[in-house]
């Protein structure tokens, strides 16, 4: 089987000089490690700035999520503090004065906060709480208990609705799951 036979010109570290490889006899030396070293630089500046493109892309979507999560975490501390301020409102109006004070007082002072968050950054808010922490640490925990409990809350709630097959997500049969 002739065709199987290789001859000088095919053999993978020669090239032509004419530019038509299938030229016959006229070959030169494969290209030198400069050349290689040279592609792989380029191909390595392509890689990097294609990685720097995407990471950028990612950020970018990373910071607009952070931000409608922070704008819907102010509306929820925002509501935690309508209710505080209307729970101290009851309380103060029945036998509790003091505790309706004090209720009502944490609940504006969490409802400045929450407006404060909507136009903030996350290092900001950190701040601001490290802030209303050592201004009103009673409060603080109170507020911070409060949190944790709506967090957690939050989370269930979207753990039960991520397991719930959406009506267009249902086939004909049974559901077992």
Known sequence: MPEDVKSPQDHPTTRSTTGD???????????SLNDLK?????????????????????????????VDQKNFAARQVGGIASALEKVGDELESGDQRDVGRFAKRIGRDIQAIATDMEGRDLGEIAGMAEDFGRREPVAFLGAAALVGVVASRFLTASAKRSRTPTASGQSGGSNNG
């Open 21 to 31: 490889p299938d030229a016959p006899g006229s070959t030169q030396p494969a290209p």
């Open 38 to 66: 040279q592609k792989v630089s380029e191909d390595l500046n392509q890689a990097r700035d294609a990685v720097s493109e995407s990471k950028a892309t990612v950020m970018g979507k990373v910071e607009e999520t952070v």
